[in-house]
């Protein structure tokens, strides 16, 4: 089993490297043994910029939850299952919190994992399992997990980064997912050519505009609440998303008209200061004043939204996480070790736990608000 399953991801490798294009000079931490790819690392980093909050003194988000009322950050009733695959993609855009790439192969999820995850699941009341990565879809388990969350009755999401519909062995998914009423939330980073390809890669707007007109084909983003086709966008550079509602009427109709390409609605996600984002924001000197911004943009009232209070996150190697953002920083349920394993699940320890935060969590509560399914106020 060990070998078949090492045989697969090898040559999902070999596809990868081969799709992702020469012209796309991003490497991952990992590969580039940047001092970022450790997770401490970026944690000092972040502790470490000079910010102040509105009191004058060091932002600290525990401060501002006190402030706002809400301290300690509490769950509230569990409604999402996350599950991320694996670091394995065959994209390293410029703004991936995860780190995911090519070289990501040691990182997917193994089979009793993927068993130990859905035997969890039976314990949970969850209505949706939000299956990610890196490209969720190069692990060899994805589409058993799909079918065994559909037989479930789970709402079941495919985080797709849309060019890997194109390699040859999943271009038939479009329909797979289709006949499963799996929803598709597709990121792009721009609704142009140009700001799409600066932070994934030259050539990726026009790889992702066939993979719409694939996903259309296949009944997306008609309406139809089976084949449900979301966008989720972020900011290029160091602003706040743009506001949700207008920005889904402008993307409508510019890709109606430009492309006559159709999707059913759209998120806005703020970018989170880690991973190759944070690098990006140390690089061009924007750390600071993107950390004031968030800082400065703190709203009480996106907290009840907030996903970690909703939301279990599971790694690949099964750890337990409050949200996608902590496991990338391995900042695990609380207190540490006593959610060790996804396969020690207990969910009546989840449910009573304090949530793990840091400054990293003023990304969630600016503005509009951040979460995996978009704006929270």
Same mark, same amino acid.
């Given at each position: 089993m060990a070998g078949r399953l090492a045989a697969q991801v090898e040559s999902a490798h070999d596809e990868n490297?081969?799709?992702?294009?020469?012209?796309?000079? &991003? *490497?991952? %931490?990992?590969?580039?043994?940047?001092?970022?790819?450790?997770?401490?690392?970026?944690?000092?980093?972040?502790?470490?910029?000079?910010?102040?909050?509105?009191?004058?003194?060091?932002?600290k988000f525990e401060r501002s939850l006190t402030s706002a009322g809400r301290s300690p950050l509490i769950p509230g009733k569990l409604e999402?299952?996350?599950?991320?695959?694996?670091?394995?993609?065959?994209?390293?855009?410029?703004?991936?919190?995860?780190?995911?790439g090519p070289d990501r192969t040691g990182e997917m999820m193994n089979r009793e994992t993927v068993d130990a995850c859905l035997a969890a699941?039976?314990?949970?009341?969850?209505?949706?399992?939000?299956?990610?990565?890196?490209?969720?879809?190069?692990?060899p388990h994805f589409r058993d997990l799909v079918d065994e969350c559909v037989r479930?009755?789970?709402?079941?999401?495919?985080?797709?980064?849309?060019? &890997? *519909?194109? %390699?040859p062995k999943y271009r038939d998914l479009p329909e797979w997912l289709g006949e499963r009423g799996v929803e598709i939330v597709c990121s792009l980073p721009h609704v142009r050519r140009s700001g799409t390809d600066a932070q994934r890669g030259t050539g990726t707007y026009e790889r992702s505009i066939e993979a719409l007109r694939m996903l259309n084909t296949a009944g997306y983003g008609g309406g139809d609440s089976r084949r449900v086709l979301t966008f989720v966008t972020n900011p290029i550079g160091a602003f706040l998303a743009p506001e949700q509602a207008a920005t889904e009427r402008e993307w409508k109709a510019e890709f109606a008209n430009r492309y006559e390409v159709r999707f059913d609605r759209l998120i806005a996600l703020n970018n989170m200061p880690i991973s190759r984002f944070l690098e990006w924001l140390v690089e061009s000197g924007n750390l600071e004043s993107y950390l004031k911004r968030l800082v400065a943009s703190f709203n009480p009232a996106t907290i009840d939204g907030l996903m970690c209070r909703n939301t279990i996150s599971v790694s690949w190697d099964g750890r337990v996480f409050d949200c996608d953002f902590n496991q990338m920083l391995d900042l695990e349920s609380a207190p540490q070790g006593r959610f060790g394993h996804i396969r020690d699940f207990d969910a009546a320890a989840f449910a009573s736990r304090r949530i793990v935060t840091a400054r990293h969590c003023f990304g969630c509560t600016a503005g509009c608000g951040s979460s995996c399914k978009g704006a929270t106020a």
């Open positions: 490297v081969s799709e992702a294009s020469s012209d796309t000079k &991003v *490497l991952s %931490l990992v590969r580039r043994g940047a001092p970022l790819a450790s997770s401490e690392t970026q944690l000092r980093t972040l502790a470490g910029a000079r910010v102040t909050d509105r009191m004058g003194q060091d932002a999402n299952f996350q599950i991320n695959l694996g670091r394995l993609c065959n994209m390293t855009c410029r703004h991936c919190h995860v780190d995911a699941l039976d314990r949970t009341d969850c209505h949706t399992v939000d299956i990610t990565g890196g490209a969720p879809e190069l692990n479930r009755g789970k709402h079941v999401i495919d985080r797709c980064n849309l060019t &890997v *519909l194109l %390699l």
